[in-house]
């Protein structure tokens, strides 16, 4: 195949317009063309410019080395790279294996976006992996979620941060990443989503996102073909404790419960897993404090930022709601930036612990809420809070627990608007931003929310933003406490096999362990961890000549280094 990149047509062109481009950018008669596809669709909206689409093209078409040879010094034009996913393993033949006496199901703890692709991959590779989830099946999680948002009433064991999807699920479903993927992962993690369901249109927009209430029957019908595929879910079992013996894992203690023993286990925990961590911890399971950030939601209407990004393609249906990011370097040092953007969405209580107030963004597929928000963080280090790998917990629920307080104790999160928040003096009233945040907003002076150096830092970066956005330093603007689960604040550190430091036969993977942020980072990385776990079976078990055998294999697909 050929790929060509920089296709560019006006937004609106004619169907055939974009084939009648390909054939002239190549020279080829229409008869020469045997297949195209679209790769990637981006869209340039800068206000200077016709409104464009930029698209990226996977054709097929006859003599193809002679059209590459004509075409070799345009960067533009290129063979298309091999982004099929390769597994490791043959699964016929690991079916065959899984009944030998010492075979034990592989378990893994969690069923996020990291869970669920690292128990698909190996339910696709025959190996039925056992998945214990603390929370409920999705739909029922949802209910529970709500009851928060309507009620004021949390389940700890099924809310934001627990049950089937994971974190996840109610947020704006953003399927785009920064982190490298030279073995094309994220185009398996797109693949398996789009065959439970998810729009196609994943495939090649520049920015993908599914939505909240699309990711629940995504989610279910990814853990139908996991259970079909022979994989096991065990609901609402919470794991307590980690049977270690020798340095190797035995098994791990679930509550309420028999032990399940086990000698691969991956741990895709996520990043509010308090409990398992500190579990893990009284294991000796070694693991490190990491850097997280820390801050408030902004909201403002999606409009204003629609104006400021899109100017006069502002409101077209084709670039949709505008989103932004953004950075800052205050002069105390402290980095802020826009964290998770939700464009047309809303601010939601995102807490997993009683009597404590956390937030998060979620956005609909539609993205078509009035206000758009995003976390307005500050970068914190394992210096702001000593005490050991467990510390980062304890000064996120310090903070968690003065955000109850400063709601006034039901859930309700503080609030003040942004032109009060440079002022330093409490808010009163709304103005024209009324928040999204539900059970509420309790207006107050967030002053006292987070550590001085933090409001100092985003009282800086606020005007600066404006520079960048303008209208983001409006007096109505409103900030809503607290943002304090940006990331893992610990990371449970692994070697070049996928396997804890200390602890071998436990792969620490996704946000939890410190591996990934975000939908897509996850799941690829669930993709890679099983597929070491997988190898790992083969090398402890398989007879000797197979082995060689399927290493051949294995080398063959992944040719860029040792899969061993």
């Not at 691969?264 to 996520?270: F, R, S, T």
């Not at 602890?503 to 993709?527: N, T």
């Amino acid at each position: 195949m050929i790929r060509i990149t920089e296709i560019r047509l006006p937004v609106g062109h004619a169907p055939e317009a974009l084939e009648d481009a390909v054939l002239k950018r190549l020279h080829l008669h229409p008869a020469n063309l045997i297949s195209f596809e679209m790769y990637k669709r981006s869209y340039d909206a800068r206000k200077n410019t016709t409104l464009s689409f930029i698209y990226t093209v996977d054709l097929v078409v006859e003599n193809e080395d002679r059209v590459l040879e004509q075409f070799a010094d345009d960067i533009h034009v290129g063979p298309t790279p091999d982004t099929s996913y390769h597994f490791v393993a043959d699964a016929k033949q690991i079916v065959s294996h899984v009944n030998a006496p010492t075979f034990l199901q592989p378990v893994v703890i969690g069923f996020g976006p990291c869970g669920i692709f690292a128990a698909l991959i190996l339910a696709q590779m025959g190996l039925k992996p056992i998945v214990l989830e603390r929370g409920k099946q999705v739909r029922e999680r949802t209910q529970d979620t709500w009851a928060l948002w309507r009620k004021n009433v949390l389940n700890p064991e099924s809310n934001v941060q627990f049950g089937e999807g994971g974190a996840g699920t109610f947020s704006d479903g953003k399927l785009y990443s920064q982190i490298k993927d030279p073995k094309f992962y994220g185009r398996k993690v797109i693949h398996e989503f789009i065959r439970a369901g998810a729009p196609d249109e994943i495939r090649y927009v520049a920015k993908p996102h599914i939505g909240t209430f699309r990711l629940v029957g995504v989610v279910e019908k990814m853990r139908q073909e996991m259970i079909e595929l022979g994989g096991e879910i065990r609901f609402s079992q919470k794991v307590i404790g980690f049977d270690i013996e020798n340095d190797q894992i035995k098994g791990v203690k679930i509550e309420g419960h028999e032990d399940l023993a086990a000698n691969h286990v991956i741990l895709a925990l996520g990043h509010s897993a308090r409990d398992t961590f500190e579990a893990l911890h009284d294991a000796g399971v070694f693991m490190e404090a990491k850097p997280f950030s820390v801050g408030f939601r902004i909201e403002h209407p999606q409009s204003l930022i629609d104006k400021a990004r899109l100017g006069p393609h502002a409101g077209n249906e084709y670039t949709g709601a505008a989103d932004y990011k953004l950075v800052y370097h205050a002069s105390n040092g402290r980095s802020v930036y826009s964290f998770c953007m939700c464009p047309g969405g809303t601010v939601v209580a995102a807490t997993s612990e009683l009597n404590r107030v956390v937030t998060n963004g979620m956005s609909q597929y539609s993205r078509n809420e009035r206000n758009a928000n995003a976390g307005i963080v500050v970068g914190i280090t394992p210096e702001d809070y000593p005490g050991g790998p467990l510390a980062g917990i304890e000064f996120q629920r310090a903070l968690e627990s003065k955000a109850y307080e400063m709601g006034g104790s039901t859930y309700e999160a503080p609030g003040q608007l942004v032109g009060d928040f440079l002022e330093g003096k409490p808010s009163t009233e709304f103005g024209s931003v009324m928040p999204s945040y539900k059970p509420g907003v309790h207006l107050t002076d967030l002053a006292d929310s987070l550590p001085a150096y933090a409001i100092e830092a985003i009282r800086e970066a606020i005007p600066a933003f404006e520079k960048q956005i303008k209208g983001f330093s409006i007096k109505d603007a409103v900030l809503t406490g607290i943002e304090t689960r940006t990331s893992s604040p610990l990371r449970i550190t692994r070697d070049a096999n996928f396997q804890s430091m200390n602890v071998k036969g436990l792969y620490p993977a996704g946000e939890g362990a410190g591996y990934a942020g975000g939908i897509l980072s996850a799941g690829v990385d669930g993709i890679k961890v099983a597929e070491a776990v997988a190898l790992s079976y083969l090398s402890k078990q398989w007879p000797a000549m197979f082995f060689i055998q399927l290493n051949v294999c294995i080398v063959k697909n992944f040719s860029d280094g040792p899969c061993i």
